[in-house]
């Protein structure tokens, strides 16, 4: 069973090595010494097991942690070995079965695993170890089990904190709502370090922002020389747009770690420029770059940045260099690349020209990305609509249409394009060439796909109107004659 490898040493090293009592500890450094630069130096362990089992041969405690020594060095056999001699001294002491079960487990016997863990629950009812080790072997295989299991110590230990662990181990299963329902329950306070900083990376990924941001305040003042925490402030703070906020705390950080770390460069450009002081963003990019010359981010943002600042040119450079040099760029951002030619159309900058620019983005990327070119299509209409250009915009909009309206295999992005393709194009011809005759047909067609659209059923009561209107002047006029 290969899968159960995944989970040990992290645990096994805080549950069991964790409960350890100070006296032998420098005894066991010794032989610790030995294993790891050659366990197999029989001469030069032999007097120091020999010392180390004659002083704490009646610690079961003691005995455990030689074998998890042991176990460090993956020599299982003699890892077994003092952890049956910690049983043979006290069969209630639950460290030495999770010892024996962990040894099963790198061995790939499931089955073997949990039952020294179960024995070591039965032994030692009060002992977490033992719970913890039974579930998290079944996080993956049996997710209630391991929840069902662990909420046993709630009964038998009322004072470990049951909702932090059933949280991370929740969080390690990719359960991400549910470890965020058991860590809502804890009070931080309570929370150990790597705890609180899982807790509140939780409430990153669940989208609340606002409750990670607290977090990381309080993991910050809590434990003050954790620099985890001022970055997990500092995050939060710029995604909420909190930048008076992220600002002490990069500046804490930057002061304990020097400006060695490309993204806490970014975010601190970041903050920089929602306040205002762009040149001082841009030098932050800037030596993001120089720090990482393989993160191509702080290219994107220096874009963004001129762009605020009304650069278009300085702001095309750099986005354009962003996508020249990441394979992976969202189209999100070849958006922005085009947007930014289409903000100097606006502007009435070289018009002709920059329409051009911005229309060869979606062209060139459809020509390398076929699969995206109904998106390509849709992105020209809008942002040429956007620019109150409706002529143009109307011949692209017809394009999708023509493209999209009998296409078989069409999609649901495909679909939504080609409703605001109908809608655009009848608005067009209705508002702008005041031809409600020929929009009519496009309205009918969207309420195919939105029946409460409001512009669609307005221009469709415009017409029944301007109908009645022209049956009831015929009919006055045909009175008349009479």
């Known amino acids: 069973m290969k899968t159960l490898k995944y989970l040990f040493v992290g645990l096994l090293l805080t549950c069991s090595l964790g409960a350890q009592a100070q006296d032998y500890k420098q005894d066991l450094k010794a032989i610790e010494t030995v294993l790891e630069s050659n366990p197999n130096d029989e001469a030069a362990l032999k007097p120091l097991i020999k010392s180390y089992k004659k002083a704490y041969k009646k610690s079961a405690e003691a005995l455990t942690a030689l074998g998890y020594s042991y176990f460090g060095v993956k020599d299982y056999t003699n890892a077994a070995l003092y952890a049956d001699e910690a049983i043979a001294v006290n069969k209630a002491y639950g460290e030495a079965y999770v010892l024996k079960g962990d040894i099963c487990a790198m061995q790939d016997d499931g089955g073997g695993a949990a039952g020294m863990y179960q024995q070591a629950m039965i032994n030692d009812p009060k002992n977490p170890s033992g719970y913890l080790s039974y579930a998290n072997i079944y996080r993956k295989l049996n997710p209630a089990e391991s929840e069902a299991t662990i909420n046993k110590l709630r009964e038998v230990n009322p004072s470990f904190p049951v909702d932090a662990e059933l949280g991370h181990m929740m969080y390690n299963a990719n359960n991400t709502e549910k470890a965020y329902e058991y860590y809502s329950k804890t009070n931080k306070a309570d929370l150990s370090e790597g705890r609180l900083a899982e807790y509140g990376l939780i409430a990153r990924e669940m989208k609340k922002a606002d409750e990670a941001l607290e977090i990381a305040k309080f993991g910050v003042q809590k434990f003050p020389e954790s620099n985890a925490f001022l970055r997990l402030a500092l995050i939060n703070a710029v995604g909420l747009e909190k930048y008076d906020e992220a600002l002490p705390f990069i500046e804490k950080l930057m002061a304990k770690e020097g400006e060695t770390n490309s993204g806490d460069l970014i975010y601190y450009g970041q903050a920089l420029s929602g306040l205002g002081r762009h040149e001082e963003a841009i030098a932050k990019f800037h030596k993001a770059i120089e720090v990482d010359n393989k993160n191509f981010m702080p290219y994107q943002h220096i874009s963004e940045t001129y762009t605020k600042m009304g650069n278009e040119d300085k702001a095309i450079e750099f986005s354009q260099k962003y996508l020249d040099l990441n394979p992976n760029a969202k189209l999100s951002e070849y958006n922005k690349l085009a947007g930014i030619y289409m903000a100097k159309v606006k502007k009435g900058d070289n018009v002709e020209a920059n329409y051009a620019k911005a229309m060869q983005v979606y062209d060139n990327l459809a020509t390398k990305y076929p699969q995206v070119a109904s998106w390509t299509m849709y992105q020209k209409a809008n942002e040429t609509f956007k620019a109150e250009m409706d002529s143009v915009a109307l011949g692209l909009y017809l394009n999708i249409i023509s493209a999209l309206e009998n296409k078989a295999d069409r ?39 939105d029946p409460q659209n409001s512009l669609a059923n307005k221009a469709i009561n415009a017409a029944k109107e301007k109908a009645e209107a022209e049956a009831a002047a015929a009919a006055e006029a045909e009175a008349a004659e009479e």
């Open 411 to 449: 999609d649901k992005d495909e679909t939504n394009y080609l409703a605001t393709a109908y809608r655009n194009a009848g608005y067009i011809y209705w508002a702008t060439k005041n031809d409600l005759e020929t929009a009519l047909p496009y309205f009918e067609k969207v309420l195919l796909y």
